[in-house]
């Protein structure tokens, strides 16, 4: 069927994307070592796989109509509806070329076209969400993280900026107000890099400010509810790819503004939020940061951009203006988030408060990518690591880019 193989892109994508390379083509053939494939060759792999995948399903879906694929029961994301995994197959091979846009451009727009023009079309609905359905005992990992581990997880101060500056109606979806008693109902976030030591609480001095929303009645839901699926990919996310894919001139890609409109409103829809006047408010801003308990973690405001479409705004305008509301509308997905963000530089995001890297990670640029693990140097494949740190072009640290993050201007 093809489904194997799309599951498998996407998970391996998220680490390629977090380590640089790794082993991929070359993965399970010796018992021995694992070598490592540098990262145009794996996204060279993942775009043959898509293609594979795409023909099985759409060779099924003519042969099927109306059915669904053989093994629905055990299909936690689309219940064996194939229909469904075509578009996921079509709209994920326009993320990834989206993604190296800045290293090989001529590939990002074959491939971004032939995703637009593909039969079985884009993901366009939510329904159309690729999401992980949680099964008997599983529980969410992000509801884990917060509610489990002791509030080890907690509304951020860059997603407050955003958040209460455009008064967006997804506020109360994907957090809940401090409990403090000094600001209790407000959405106080924490910043990244925070001293949670100042006052000799530790963490626990933080933990009456805002979380993530994981106790909503039926938070199921919610991004993060308790039996909420894990989310892979949105119809909200395409619609940005698409207005970003019109803002480069490629062919398919509709009308940027009409794109990014509608992209919002379907990530509203996802929430079931109304998003009332947001598109036309021109006005608002994201705010500066103020930590009512501890000064030293404040910043000043970093960006100005503003919700309402500007067509005669300049190439990079729009484009911050895209990726900042694609930021907010994939919430919780922090692995696609953090990619976007690494590749175009949006949104703005407040700096960490202290960069505890000893020098590797600049502070303005942030982190870059994830170390390998150590065990990788103690175990049989060491030469291989070191082989992956030479590919990598760079050392093996936070502050070294991907091949596809490429450090020059976006237009």
């Known amino acids: 069927m093809g489904i194997s193989l799309l599951v498998q892109v996407i998970a391996m994508d998220r680490v390629t994307d977090k380590f640089g390379p790794i082993p991929y083509t070359q993965a399970g053939k010796s018992l021995i070592s694992q070598a490592y494939d540098d990262q145009k060759t794996i996204y060279t792999e993942f775009f043959k796989q898509i293609d594979t995948a795409a023909n099985n399903l759409q060779a099924f879906i003519t042969a099927n109509p109306g059915k669904k694929a053989y093994f629905d029961s ?8 194939a229909v469904k995994w075509l578009k996921l197959a ?4 326009l993320r990834l070329a989206v993604r190296i846009v800045k290293v090989d451009p001529a590939t990002a727009k ?14 366009t609905v939510a329904s159309d969400n690729a999401a992980v359905a949680q099964s008997g005992n599983r529980n969410n990992d992000l509801w884990n993280v917060t509610v489990n581990y002791e509030g080890d997880n907690a509304m951020g101060a860059a997603l407050q900026s955003y958040l209460v500056g455009y008064s967006d109606p997804r506020l109360p979806i994907y957090c809940t107000p401090a409990t403090d008693p000094l600001f209790a109902g407000q959405y106080i976030g924490i910043r990244s890099g925070a001293n949670t030591s100042f006052n000799g609480l530790g963490k626990a001095g ?22 909420a699926p894990q989310i892979l990919m949105t119809a909200a996310e395409v619609w940005f790819l698409k207005a970003e894919a019109a803002l480069r ?19 509203m829809q996802q929430w079931n939020v109304a998003a009332g006047s947001y598109l036309a408010d021109a006005v608002s801003k994201p705010t500066a940061y103020v930590d009512p308990k501890n000064p030293a973690n404040n910043a000043a405001v970093v960006s100005t951009i503003t919700v309402k ?7 990079e ?8 509301q694609k930021w907010i509308a994939i919430f919780p997905d922090g692995a696609e988030a953090w990619a976007d963000f690494r590749r175009t530089g949006y949104p703005k995001l407040f700096t960490v408060a202290n960069n505890y890297s000893g020098g590797t990670i600049n502070t303005q640029t942030q982190i870059r990518r994830l170390p390998y693990p ?20 760079g050392p093996d640290n936070g502050g070294t880019r991907l091949w596809w993050d490429v450090n020059k201007a976006n237009f």
């Open 74 to 81: 055990g299909d936690l994301v689309y219940g064996g509806d």
């Open 317 to 324: 305008v729009k484009l911050e203006r895209i990726i900042t």
């Open 206 to 227: 933080y933990k009456t400010y805002s979380s993530l929303n994981a106790t909503t009645p039926d938070n199921a839901k919610a991004p993060i509810g308790q039996k």
């Open 374 to 393: 150590t065990a990788e140097y103690g175990n049989g494949n060491k030469d291989e690591v070191r082989k992956a740190v030479t590919l990598l072009g």
């Open 249 to 267: 001139g490629w062919t398919g890609a509709g009308d940027a503004q009409a794109n990014y409109e509608t992209g919002i409103t379907t990530s």
């Open 309 to 315: 479409w500007d067509g005669a705004a300049s190439n």
């Open 110 to 123: 074959l491939q971004a076209e032939k995703a637009m023009a593909a039969t079985g079309g884009l993901m």
């Open 90 to 93: 079509n709209s994920l091979r």
